[in-house]
T-cell receptor, first 107, second 111 residues
Framework: GEDVEQSLFLSVREGDSSVINCTYT??????LYWYKQEPGAGLQLLTY?????DMKQDQRLTVLLNKKDKHLSLRIADTQTGDSAIYFC???????FGQGTELSVKP | EAEVAQSPRYKITEKSQAVAFWCDPI?????LYWYRQILGQGPELLVQ????????DSQLPKDRFSAERLKGVDSTLKIQPAELGDSAMYLC?????????FGQGTRLTVV
């Protein structure tokens, strides 16, 4: 069945770039998503990428997709303390989520 | 901006009692999902609706959980009887096109 995997933790300093990685199994996924979740809140859609694209840039966010390796990454430029949260990738279809990556940004 | 409404935000119930959650999706969004999120884990899909029809409920514990979306608009998720292990955040999401939007969730504590 479908499966999505992420590394669990990432710690960076304010102003640095953050790169969060995700691998997925369903090669038929048409879109792949990145969501952000702050404590006690629902999931906020950050960005998504169509499966026929390699890269998408949206302000400080850059999404890279390697379909051959089924690898998705989210780069956050100039990371701020307000970016501290849990980040989830998900694939369209049944909207299956990974375990999430907890991003900690230190001043 | 249109939002996904969920109620209640918080619910405390005793084990063996019945509990229900409500979701009102964004108008016109045909696909509706219910997820359970245990603390420290990713959301786990419980059930997916397309309009009023269930598309996938393979992960729904049907002996105690039920979900309905009678008119293809709002939806309810029920647990009867609740067990201690059901303590979690229950999230509703809807999708009308490319993007899927989430509500703020219902935090359930079973005591």
């Amino acid at each position: 069945g479908e499966d999505v995997e992420q590394s669990l933790f990432l710690s960076v300093r304010e102003g640095d770039s953050s790169v969060i990685n995700c691998t997925y199994t369903d090669s038929s996924s048409t879109y792949l998503y990145w969501y952000k979740q702050e404590p006690g809140a629902g999931l906020q859609l950050l960005t998504y990428i169509f499966s026929n694209m390699d890269m998408k840039q949206d302000q400080r966010l850059t999404v890279l997709l390697n379909k051959k390796d089924k690898h998705l990454s989210l780069r956050i430029a100039d990371t701020q303390t307000g970016d501290s949260a849990i980040y989830f990738c998900a694939e369209k279809g049944k909207l299956i989520f990974g375990q999430g990556t907890e991003l900690s940004v230190k001043p | 901006e249109a939002e996904v409404a969920q109620s209640p935000r918080y619910k405390i119930t005793e084990k063996s009692q019945a509990v229900a959650f409500w979701c009102d999706p964004i108008s016109g969004h045909a696909t509706l999902y219910w997820y359970r999120q245990i603390l420290g884990q990713g959301p786990e899909l419980l059930v997916q609706f397309q309009d009023e029809s269930v598309v996938d409920d393979s992960q729904l514990p049907k002996d105690r959980f039920s979900a309905e979306r009678l008119k293809g608009v709002d939806s309810t998720l029920k647990i009867q009887p609740a067990e201690l292990g059901d303590s979690a955040m229950y999230l509703c999401a809807c999708q009308g096109g490319t993007e899927a939007f989430f509500g703020q969730g219902t935090r359930l504590t079973v005591v």
